[in-house]
């Protein structure tokens, strides 16, 4: 039942990022954790996924004008 939500076709797919991806976005980006958007953890997507506080989450969104758009949130409150 939990990842009946990750199946809608208004959700983005999100992506845990391993601990070295998480690093070359951030170097990638020139940031740090602290400058990355939050998601919250009661988020039902972040709990469908199983994301813990601290991860950072690659969003792959989809549309009709402006193609594929990947944005990252991390978990925090």
Known sequence: MKTEILQ??????????????????LL???????????ILPNDPVVK?????????LKITTKSQTAGIFVKYRIVRR
């Not at 208004?10 to 992506?15: D, I, K």
């Not at 990638?28 to 939050?38: A, C, G, V, Y």
């Open 8 to 25: 809608h076709n208004l959700v983005p797919e999100h992506t845990i990022l391993s601990d070295e991806e998480a690093e070359k976005v």
């Open 28 to 38: 990638d980006m020139n940031i740090t954790e602290d400058q990355l958007p939050k």
């Open 48 to 56: 469908a996924i199983e994301a813990k506080e601290g991860d950072i």
